[in-house]
Each structure stands twice: as structure tokens, then as C-alpha cells.
């Protein structure tokens, strides 16, 4: 089998659906596939080398991701590469194609959550409906996600698969002091501060964070910061506006987009992953916390059970002060620490 994998997007992003389109390629590339060839189809302005392996191969597109012009275009483009099938990870297939289709359904927070879209991100995914119907098989990254594509847009549950996201096989616990080390000569860090990482857009929900880590400091006069870690994404201003407001600019630390390598030893010298999303469709960064031997508080939206089983501390995410008191259980109980350490490392195995 010819099969084809639009990692067009690593170009665009190394975050969210590109680091899922590069870990695809190399899990790919670990199997045993004898007949079939992968065909990496990457912008032509790419440079990344995903993979080095005889059964894939590289074709550089033209067409570049979410143009208004991508549909006849991608159509172009692919029709003469002889494809069996071409699996999109960005949801979006070329509705009129000459071989079979798979897509990825991360989530659909621009069907719940369309306050939180850019209009161009809002006109590229408004295409859900077209897609779900063209495509021949849909993965979803949960059964949350596959709920959500039954109940949303009516796709039949045999039509969809449920392969889960898998962590990063670079995270793992490295020793205390030797995370703390690296925080403090490469981001000027302290250990054990409260850890946030992710796009921060409205849907994950940071002000709330803010508020309820303003309440902490009140209450508790607790000494530590607040890390940020990820790119800005829209309506960050509000983050910003918030951060002022709260008068919080020498307490919480804003450090931007990190390296794989860098995100291991942060959360190995946090005190805690905070992951307070009002929606996602599987949510990565708790399981990535849990693989390191950090405790973690996320939200009790309706994925996350399917994340962290009982590994975690589950907050309403409108709850301003009951997220600020389980940051105040989880920084001075220890016995509540060991034991989410130690499932949280079980789940994550």
C-alpha cells in the first residue's frame, strides 16, 4: 500500500498537530510494514528531515495549509503520486480525490467553543461537516472526542476508531537537583514552582488560573511562581491584561515556546502541573506531568477521567478558589503528593 501523510502543518507548527504528525511518523517507522511505502507530503519551504527511513519517502507541496485555495489545489497535487491512501491529520482531506482517506479528529472546540476561533481558523475548520461525510475513516484521540462527533455531527460510531495520543518518549524523571539546576541556569528558575504549559488561547482557560493564584498568595502568602510555558496564541491580551491586573508581573513568569528537551526538566522541577481547560479533546500535557513524577490538577471536563484516571485532582474550571485550595493541598500535603506521584507514574506507563 501507497500511503500518503499531509505533515504540511510541521512547517507552520512544531506544537499540537505537527508534534503529533512527526511522533505518527516515527512510531510508523518502528513497524514491521513490508509492501507498503509512506510518502511525506511537506511544504516545499520544510527543511525539517521528519524521518530517515527506506519505506518513507518526502514530496514537497506547493499548496500551503488552511489557504482558501488548498482544496483544488492539494487535489493538484496529489492526484499523481499514485496513493492508496492519504491520512490527514488536520481534519481537512481533499473532498474530491482519486484514493481512500483518513483523518485525525483532535477535538471540536471551534463547534462548542466558536468564541475562541480566529475567523480565518473558524472558515477553515467550518469545513467539519464536508470532511466527516467525505472521508472513509475517521481516528478520534478519545471517546470523548468520538462522543462529540456522534452527538455534534452525526457520524456513525462505526465509521470512527479511538487510537489515544501517546507521550513524548523523551519525558521521563530525572533526578531533583539536576532539574532544578538546568531551570535555574537556562530559564533563571527556582524549582518548585507551579507549572502551566500549552498554547495559551481563551479555551485553556489561564486568567482563571491567574485569579486563582492570586487567591493562593492572599490566603496562603505562598512564595511560588507561576511559569507559563508555550507560544501566544488568540486573544492572548487578555493573559497579559489579567497578569496586571492582579497586580502579578514579579510573580508570574511568562518563559514562551520551550524545546522537548527543556519542557522534561521543567516539569521534572515543578510543583505541580495546573491544566485548567474548559475543553479539549485529549490533553497531553497532564499524561506528559504524570510520565515525569509531577502532580497534577486538571479540570473535571468530561476527557480528562479518560486522561488521569484517579492520578489526578479534578477542579471545576469556573472554581476560583477551589483551584487555588488544591494548589494549597498539593503544595503542603505530602502524603496526598506521594500518592498522585506514584499513580500518576503507573497511569503513565
Not at 95 to 115: C, E, G, M, N, W
Not at 163 to 181: D, K, L, T, V, W
Not at 314 to 324: A, Q, R, T
Request: proline share 6%; aromatic share 10%; charged share 25%.
Amino acid at each position: 500500500m501507497r500511503v500518503g501523510i499531509d505533515a504540511r502543518l510541521v512547517y507552520y507548527s512544531k506544537a499540537g498537530i505537527g508534534q503529533y504528525i512527526i511522533h505518527l511518523a516515527k512510531g510508523l517507522a518502528k513497524l514491521d510494514t513490508p509492501g507498503d511505502s509512506f510518502l511525506l507530503l511537506q511544504s516545499r519551504k520544510d527543511r525539517t528531515q521528519i524521518i530517515s527511513n527506506n519505506n518513507f519517502s518526502r514530496v514537497s507541496l506547493w499548496t500551503p495549509s488552511h489557504h482558501w485555495l488548498e482544496q483544488p489545489a492539494l487535489r493538484v497535487e496529489t492526484a499523481t503520486l499514485g496513493l492508496d491512501l492519504l491520512h490527514s491529520p488536520d481534519f481537512i482531506p481533499p473532498f474530491r480525490r482519486p484514493y481512500k482517506s483518513v483523518i485525525t479528529v483532535h477535538d471540536l472546540a471551534f463547534l462548542l467553543y466558536p468564541q475562541f476561533m480566529t475567523r480565518e481558523s473558524a472558515r477553515y475548520y467550518g469545513q467539519i461537516d464536508h470532511a466527516v461525510r467525505s472521508t472513509d475513516h475517521i481516528i478520534a484521540v478519545s471517546e470523548a472526542t468520538k462522543q462529540d462527533l456522534i452527538n455534534l455531527l452525526g457520524v456513525p460510531p462505526d465509521k470512527i476508531t479511538v487510537i489515544y495520543e501517546g507521550c513524548n518518549p523523551s519525558y521521563h524523571p530525572i533526578e531533583r537537583a539536576e532539574a532544578a539546576a538546568f531551570v535555574r541556569k537556562r530559564f533563571g528558575l527556582e524549582a518548585n514552582f507551579i507549572f502551566f504549559i500549552s498554547t495559551i488561547e481563551p479555551r485553556k482557560n489561564v486568567p482563571t488560573l491567574l485569579r486563582s493564584y492570586r487567591w493562593l498568595k492572599d490566603h496562603y502568602q505562598r512564595p511560588e511562581k507561576l511559569v507559563l510555558a508555550g507560544s501566544k496564541g488568540w486573544l492572548f491580551e487578555e493573559v497579559d491584561r489579567t497578569i496586571y491586573e492582579l497586580n502579578l508581573e514579579n510573580d508570574v513568569v511568562l518563559i514562551g515556546r520551550v524545546r522537548d528537551s527543556e519542557v522534561n526538566y521543567l516539569y521534572n522541577a515543578a510543583s505541580m502541573l495546573v491544566y485548567p481547560s474548559f475543553y479539549e479533546g485529549f490533553g497531553l500535557p497532564p499524561l506528559e506531568a504524570m510520565t515525569c513524577g509531577t502532580p497534577v490538577i486538571v479540570s473535571n471536563i468530561k476527557v480528562m477521567p479518560e486522561v488521569v484516571g484517579d492520578a489526578a485532582l479534578l477542579i471545576d474550571p469556573h472554581d476560583v478558589e477551589g483551584l487555588g485550595a488544591a494548589m494549597h493541598r498539593l503544595l503542603t500535603d505530602e502524603s496526598l503528593r506521594r500518592d498522585l506521584i506514584a499513580k500518576g507514574l503507573k497511569r503513565a506507563a
